[in-house]
């Protein structure tokens, strides 16, 4: 029997389900009534036993259509064949009664692992729901390999039990530790301190500050939602490079003496090496010193909004000041999270990964630097529509409704 329930039993029985996600929680319930959708939960029972449940929520496309959709899916055992049949059977009722036209859902069900040795995606049992939800009259949905779908289609995770900073890629390592001895410090902010990741993120996507404050509102209001800061400090900064500038240099008088008594080409890349770096220190000595004179001897450059459910930490949105990229604060922000989380913690989310490996990818660069910290990486299935009307969903697919609701670059 399908029925509604109320926020409570849906939390109890939401809480510790293997499925369970900060987007079926009713503080994401909470902060999507902030952009006009309706919600509601729905519990299945078996012999008086809750065995399947799920935040539903509503928005209008037209005047007279609504569509639902159920984030991240359905919490319910997915090989419970007989399950997911009557559950899909009294939802379609449920549904219809509501004169709602359509059901989307993108279930955590995992079809691909990513090894990230050979850079292969290894099939998971999983790929045999794509016919099961078909022959229940769920529509598969294209797959997209970047990011179309409502939600990540590719996803990653960090595994803080079993993170090793040795184990991380030698690009991330050496731009971690350089980021380390330029003086940055992560911060744990407030609310107050909202307006200055918004100037790190309005540049990378189209939502507005009310769209991150009804979200730090929603979760923070039950202490799920953490914001940190990345502040660089100059007089660290400049006294790490000073540091670094005389031990350079006097490894730099010891190669050029080498060089001149014996000119290999050994010696020659050593010392022209090391004449860079000196370069390098002497212009972190003077982007420091510029602060000094400006009296900024402190600059917030990066920050991150995490939500935390469960066993796992979620950087929902982080951002960067790209005027400062050589100082890797984005590097240094993801370390520090994976090192403030890892004792009370299962897994750092990523909160999004494309499949798309190739240097052409208009992602590459996201990619790269996500991969770089090792992530489990899996691909889910992907978005289904269960079509409630006929006649109204395909004349949404003609008129080019749906694609303006759910096209993210419309």
Same mark, same amino acid.
Not at 1 to 7: A, G, N, P, R, W
Not at 261 to 273: A, C, D, F, G, S
């Given at each position: 029997?399908l029925?509604?329930?109320?926020?409570?039993?849906?939390?109890?029985?939401?809480?510790d389900?293997?499925?369970?996600?900060?987007y079926?929680?009713p503080?994401?319930?909470?902060?999507k009534?902030?952009?006009?959708?309706?919600?509601?939960?729905?519990?299945?029972?078996?012999?008086?036993?809750?065995v399947?449940?799920?935040?539903?929520?509503y928005?209008?496309?037209?005047?007279?259509?609504?569509?639902?959709?159920?984030?991240r899916? +359905?919490?319910?055992?997915?090989?419970?064949?007989?399950?997911?049949?009557?559950?899909?059977?009294?939802?379609?009722?449920?549904?219809?009664?509501?004169?709602?036209?359509?059901?989307?859902?993108?279930?955590?069900?995992?079809?691909?692992?990513?090894?990230p040795?050979?850079?292969?995606?290894?099939?998971?049992?999983?790929?045999?729901?794509?016919?099961i939800?078909?022959?229940?009259?769920?529509?598969?949905?294209?797959?997209n390999?970047? +990011?179309?779908?409502?939600l990540?289609?590719?996803?990653?995770?960090?595994?803080?039990?079993?993170?090793?900073?040795?184990?991380?890629?030698?690009?991330?390592?050496n731009?971690?530790?350089?980021s380390?001895?330029?003086?940055?410090?992560?911060i744990q902010?407030?609310?107050?301190?909202?307006?200055?990741?918004?100037?790190?993120?309005e540049?990378?996507?189209?939502?507005?500050?009310?769209?991150?404050?009804?979200?730090?509102?929603?979760?923070?209001?039950?202490?799920?939602?953490?914001?940190?800061?990345?502040?660089?400090?100059?007089?660290?900064f400049?006294a790490?490079a000073?540091?670094?500038?005389?031990?350079?240099?006097?490894?730099?008088?010891?190669?050029n003496?080498?060089?001149?008594?014996?000119?290999?080409?050994?010696?020659?890349?050593?010392?022209?090496?090391?004449?860079?770096l000196?370069v390098?220190?002497?212009?972190?000595?003077?982007?420091?010193?510029?602060?000094?004179?400006d009296?900024?001897?402190?600059?917030y450059?990066?920050?991150?909004?995490?939500?935390?459910?469960?066993?796992?930490?979620?950087?929902?949105?982080?951002?960067?000041?790209?005027?400062?990229?050589?100082?890797?604060?984005?590097?240094?922000l993801h370390?520090?999270?994976?090192?403030?989380?890892?004792?009370?913690?299962?897994?750092l989310g990523?909160n999004?990964?494309?499949?798309?490996?190739?240097?052409?990818?208009?992602?590459h660069?996201?990619?790269?630097?996500k991969?770089?910290?090792?992530?489990?990486?899996?691909?889910?299935?992907?978005?289904?529509?269960?079509?409630?009307?006929?006649k109204?969903?395909?004349?949404?697919l003609?008129?080019?409704?749906l694609?303006?609701?759910?096209?993210?670059?419309?």
């Amino acid at each position: 029997m399908l029925k509604e329930i109320t926020m409570f039993e849906f939390q109890d029985f939401a809480q510790d389900h293997p499925l369970a996600s900060l987007y079926q929680t009713p503080n994401y319930a909470i902060f999507k009534s902030e952009d006009d959708f309706d919600y509601d939960y729905l519990g299945y029972y078996e012999n008086n036993q809750l065995v399947a449940a799920t935040l539903m929520i509503y928005k209008n496309i037209t005047f007279t259509s609504k569509y639902a959709y159920a984030p991240r899916g +359905f919490l319910m055992d997915y090989q419970n064949l007989n399950l997911l049949q009557n559950f899909t059977k009294e939802l379609k009722k449920y549904l219809k009664k509501k004169k709602i036209v359509f059901l989307k859902i993108d279930p955590l069900l995992i079809m691909r692992k990513y090894d990230p040795t050979t850079k292969a995606l290894t099939y998971q049992e999983a790929t045999n729901y794509k016919n099961i939800f078909e022959d229940l009259g769920y529509k598969k949905l294209k797959d997209n390999l970047y +990011f179309e779908s409502s939600l990540p289609r590719f996803d990653g995770y960090i595994d803080l039990k079993k993170y090793k900073f040795s184990n991380l890629n030698k690009n991330t390592r050496n731009k971690i530790n350089n980021s380390i001895k330029k003086g940055l410090e992560l911060i744990q902010g407030t609310r107050e301190d909202l307006e200055i990741i918004y100037k790190f993120l309005e540049k990378q996507n189209s939502h507005k500050f009310k769209h991150y404050n009804d979200l730090y509102k929603a979760f923070a209001s039950d202490n799920l939602m953490d914001l940190f800061l990345v502040k660089v400090d100059y007089e660290k900064f400049m006294a790490n490079a000073k540091n670094a500038y005389e031990k350079e240099l006097e490894k730099n008088n010891i190669y050029n003496e080498k060089l001149k008594q014996n000119p290999t080409e050994k010696n020659l890349r050593q010392k022209m090496l090391s004449d860079k770096l000196l370069v390098t220190y002497k212009n972190d000595i003077m982007a420091a010193s510029s602060k000094y004179t400006d009296n900024e001897l402190q600059e917030y450059i990066a920050g991150a909004l995490v939500i935390k459910t469960k066993d796992t930490a979620t950087i929902v949105y982080s951002g960067y000041d790209k005027r400062y990229r050589h100082l890797n604060a984005n590097y240094f922000l993801h370390n520090a999270l994976i090192n403030y989380y890892k004792d009370n913690y299962d897994y750092l989310g990523l909160n999004g990964l494309t499949g798309d490996f190739t240097s052409n990818n208009p992602y590459h660069g996201l990619n790269e630097f996500k991969l770089g910290f090792k992530p489990l990486f899996y691909e889910y299935i992907g978005e289904l529509d269960l079509i409630i009307n006929d006649k109204v969903y395909d004349n949404l697919l003609l008129t080019g409704k749906l694609h303006q609701i759910f096209d993210k670059n419309a």
